[in-house]
């Protein structure tokens, strides 16, 4: 009886967890109501609140953005050369560096509706969701959202803003920087970008 009890227990768990799992929109639809919170906020309007309010940004994108995966995609050919640590510093600099375009392309962004305009789901496994920005003057901006299934959520692998897709074109960028000059040549200008980047924001 008691083995009986444990097995039917074993089930509902597994089964309520099974439910609990959203969907790859329900995912951004979360994070992008939670950033527009973030960028409507008093707290953190004006210019001498950038990095507050960047702060509470990248939090909210790093819960569903995949940096290594990105990372990974990015490289391409280029990252199974790499050492162990060689990859720790590469996705921490490309991470500052995909948040900082992402922020970039959503941070004017406060009052304008945001629309979800397609689902599509892939062998359970990948998953792109469109969405559209409409603009005061009713410019539409799309920004579609590529995932996929981490075991158990969905994360994004890549951005595609009006368009252009965010790996994709710096696969482009850091392949022709490798090619032309050499790996280290690629960390050192990314390394420069970020400082320059941070004197920006102070």
């Not at 227990?9 to 309520?16: A, C, N, P, Q, R």
């Not at 559209?132 to 981490?150: G, M, Q, S, V």
């Amino acid at each position: 009886m008691k083995k009986l009890i444990l097995i039917l227990l074993i089930l509902v768990f597994t089964i309520s967890g099974a439910f609990a799992v959203v969907s790859p929109k329900e995912q951004i639809k979360k994070t992008v109501d939670k950033v527009i919170s973030i960028l409507k906020d008093p707290k953190y309007k004006g210019k001498n609140k950038t990095q507050q309010r960047r702060l509470a940004l990248r939090t909210e994108i790093g819960k569903v953005f995949d940096f290594e995966e990105m990372s990974k995609r990015s490289l391409g050919v280029y990252w199974k050369d790499r050492t162990p640590q060689e990859k720790k510093e590469f996705i921490e600099l490309y991470k500052d560096l995909l948040e900082r375009s992402y922020i970039d392309k959503i941070e004017s962004y406060t009052d304008e509706e945001v629309i979800y305009t397609d689902e599509k789901v892939e062998n359970s496994k990948y998953a792109e969701v469109k969405t559209k920005i409409i603009t005061k003057d009713k410019k539409e901006i799309p920004i579609d959202y590529r995932l996929y299934f981490a075991g158990k959520e969905w994360k994004v692998y890549d951005i595609v803003i009006e368009g252009v897709s965010l790996v994709s074109n710096y696969r482009s960028q850091f392949n022709k920087i490798i090619r032309n000059h050499s790996y280290q040549e690629l960390v050192k200008r990314m390394k420069t970008k970020q400082t320059e980047e941070l004197m920006r924001e102070k």
